[in-house]
């Protein structure tokens, strides 16, 4: 209990660092934009599906930036006082991951409720928001826990490395598909889509939250969904703590 409350103060303190930084503003500026861009008031009411496609790609770019942005701030020689006292390794990785999900979530709150108060979604009533922004929620979750793991202060260069060579496997049917595959020797080919298929089933969470943030069917299956999302951010965060409490901490200064 008193790791988690002693975690919970470092988010807020981070939240109260990163609003006096002025970094806040970027998100915000970035919101309105965005807002006035692709959600203002047309000629009639936006849809739906229109509202949780535009806004589930912008939560996912704002989750790629705060995200950064937060654990940039641990990146510097401050941090050895709050490692070296009780908060320990996995509160002060966990508290700057936190504290970036909280300026996202708050900040797509704001955008449904000036959207509900100025442009209000067509048939979309709160049982529905709720179940469109479960999933799209926990997709900017499991983003933001890659991006720790990816995060400087956790893995080396060399790990990070493997990590995006491993995704960019997965995204390869972009780069290699088609005639260029059909004229690959048999044994090249086959061991590729193997690869495929080994490394992109761990992203089939994040594909499946976005279209049923979208559709917010959980008929069938679906309902699993958010607990796919949900055990993988877990499970990326448990990787991500594991390996910055084992290896030794070199603050960049900057």
């Known amino acids: ?17 990163y609003a006096r930084s002025g970094r806040i503003l970027i998100e915000m500026l970035a919101s309105m934009i965005f807002f006035y861009i692709f959600l203002r008031r047309w000629t009639s009411l936006p849809s739906p599906e229109y509202f949780f496609s535009t806004t589930s790609l912008f939560a996912l770019a704002l989750t ?58 067509q048939g979309l009533d709160v049982r529905g928001w709720l179940l469109g922004s479960l999933p799209l929620l926990l997709n900017t979750a499991l983003l933001g826990a890659l991006l720790t793991l990816l995060a400087p202060i956790v893995l080396p260069a060399t790990g990070r490395l493997v990590v ?6 997965a995204f ?12 690959l ?21 994040a594909f499946t939250g976005f279209a049923l943030a979208i559709s917010r069917d959980y008929s069938g299956i679906a309902f699993a969904i958010p607990l796919a999302q949900l055990f993988l951010t877990l499970g990326l965060l448990t990787m991500a703590v594991y390996i910055f409490a084992r290896r030794e901490i070199i603050l960049s200064g900057s």
């Open 172 to 183: 390869s049917d972009k780069l290699i598909g088609g005639q260029t595959l059909a004229e």
């Open 164 to 169: 995006l060579a491993l995704v960019a496997i």
């Open 64 to 121: 790629f930036y705060s995200t950064s942005a937060t654990l940039g701030l641990g990146d510097r020689p401050q941090g050895y006082l709050l490692l070296v006292r009780r908060l320990g390794r996995g509160g002060y990785l966990l508290g700057f991951y936190l504290a970036a999900q909280v300026i996202v979530w708050a900040l797509y709150v704001l955008i449904s409720i000036v959207m509900a108060l100025y442009n209000p979604i």
């Open 185 to 205: 020797p048999g044994p090249v080919t086959a061991a590729i889509n193997i690869a495929r298929t080994i490394f992109s089933t761990p992203l089939l969470p």
């Open 1 to 17: 209990m008193n790791t988690l409350t002693r975690t919970f103060r470092f988010v807020s303190f981070t939240l109260v660092e």
